[in-house]
């Protein structure tokens, strides 16, 4: 379904470009009005929609908080905050303490002046296609598809006018949910945690020191405009660093919302999503809990970890680039583990969305079950180079079924001969074709590559 305004990870743009405090509060005033319509499905006797909001540390994440809020209560809604928090502890809330859906003002892994609004539904999960697009007639002013009459949605008076809750409280038995799921005492490890000066800053430190772990952390100042930084889970450098200067047994580095994680290891390497999946899926199935002994990814993971996989007996199914399909397809049958090369992995037992925390501690259990350090666990795992160039175009659908490109791409997987493979993907959010290659030798991965984004230009 097309949609204007929300992407596969929410509203997400350039504040007070794209992204401002209208579209928060009309988001809000929506969603404080629509879960207590008919339209829902779920009218309230009462009329009192119940919201959950978290925010990452960016400056505008303030802004649009209360925009949120004053949409909400203005609407006869009650707006309950839990402040500076992840995407998942919004997730987990939303599910288990009886919310009508929750919103996250976050980014994720964007520079600071970016920001975005997720919504999550009362089970966790991110909003249905249906319901956004309702969000979206709003947005605009169509209030016919809303079976409004008249300019606006109707607005709470007197002692139906929402409140703003407090809920700090919330955060905190996330937190202690996070701990509970730890088998082990952490007291002789040496844990490194690079928080992204974002979501995680308030709370990864306090769950891994409440389970013994010495702890040494970075990218914990956040000030409202160095969240992502050179840090967190697409600036792994510091962590890297940090780990072998500190000789640690491990180091977790997240993103701006934590809903995802990359681990380095003792000698202070990258442990990427596809190892930490091959790592998870093969806890699971010892333990006979991985459905199918099938685990689910995109087609960005690498052909090496779907052979690592095969090789112990495990399946590998793929969708399209983005953590909601893979949560579609692993709610469509059953499957228990699922996850983005970036490091976004759900764990469905435990969560229904992404969650760094929950990984960073499930791999953590993992090292003290096999007592072995986090390089024996990935080293099964042979990942092909990869290499992605991004090429500008005019029209994205003609260039992808433009004979010339379609022939260097042959050509280039002939060269290949099955030790790799290569991948033409459109840009879901810019004029762009991405070329993906992938075989044994980083410098081919970058000449085929060339040459087939060669070809894209010429044609384009």
């Not at 992840?86 to 939303?94: D, E």
């Not at 007197?158 to 088998?183: H, K, M, P, T």
């Not at 047994?249 to 701006?256: M, N, P, Q, T």
């Amino acid at each position: 379904m097309q949609t204007k305004y929300f992407g596969t990870d929410g509203f997400r743009g350039e504040v007070n470009v794209n992204l401002t405090a209208e579209h928060a509060y009309k988001i809000g005033r929506f969603l404080g009005w629509y879960f207590s319509s008919s339209l829902a499905g779920t009218e309230k006797s009462d009329g009192r929609v119940k919201v959950v909001i978290g925010k990452d540390t960016r400056r505008s994440s303030y802004m649009l908080e209360y925009s949120l809020c004053a949409g909400v209560i203005a609407s006869g809604g009650d707006a309950y905050i839990l402040h500076v928090t992840t995407t998942p502890s919004v997730s987990y809330i939303a599910r288990t303490e009886g919310f009508d859906c929750g919103i996250m003002i976050t980014a994720s892994h964007n520079p600071f002046y970016d920001n975005g609004i997720k919504i999550i539904n009362k089970y966790g999960e991110k909003l249905d296609d249906v319901t956004t697009q309702l969000v979206e007639s709003y947005i605009d002013g169509d209030l016919k598809m809303l079976n409004i009459e008249g300019d606006d949605l109707p607005l709470a008076h007197r002692d139906d006018i929402g409140a703003v809750v407090d809920f700090v409280s919330g955060r905190n038995r996330y937190v202690g949910y996070l701990i509970s799921l730890a088998a082990h005492s952490y007291k002789n490890l040496k844990i490194g945690l690079d928080c992204a000066n974002g979501a995680a800053w308030s709370i990864a430190k306090s769950v891994f020191e409440a389970l013994s772990a010495k702890t040494f952390v970075v990218g914990d100042t956040p000030n409202g405009t160095n969240i992502n930084l050179d840090c967190g889970s697409t600036h792994i450098e510091n962590l890297c660093k940090l780990v072998r200067e500190n000789h640690l047994d491990i180091g977790f580095s997240f993103d701006g919302d934590a809903d995802r994680c990359i681990a380095v290891d003792e000698n202070g390497n990258e442990v990427n999503g596809d190892k930490m999946m091959y790592i998870l899926a093969c806890r699971l199935k010892n333990r006979n809990m991985l459905k199918d002994n099938t685990v689910v990814a995109t087609i960005m993971s690498n052909s090496g970890f779907v052979n690592s996989l095969n090789q112990e007996g495990m399946d590998c199914k793929l969708t399209t680039v983005g953590d909601r399909f893979v949560y579609e397809c692993m709610q469509k049958n059953g499957y228990d583990l699922g996850g983005e090369q970036s490091g976004h992995i759900i764990l469905k037992k435990y969560a229904t969305t992404g969650d760094g925390l929950l990984t960073a501690i499930m791999l953590t259990e993992e090292l003290c079950d096999q007592k072995l350090p986090l390089s024996k666990l990935a080293r099964p795992v042979f990942l092909y180079p990869q290499f992605t160039q991004n090429t500008r175009v005019n029209n994205k659908t003609e260039i992808m079924n433009n004979k010339a490109v379609l022939s260097a791409v042959k050509s280039v997987e002939n060269k290949i001969n099955g030790k790799g493979r290569v991948l033409l993907r459109e840009s879901g959010t810019e004029p762009v074709i991405r070329v993906m290659v992938e075989c044994e030798n980083e410098s081919d991965c970058i000449k085929y590559a060339k040459e087939i984004a060669n070809v894209i230009t010429e044609n384009a």
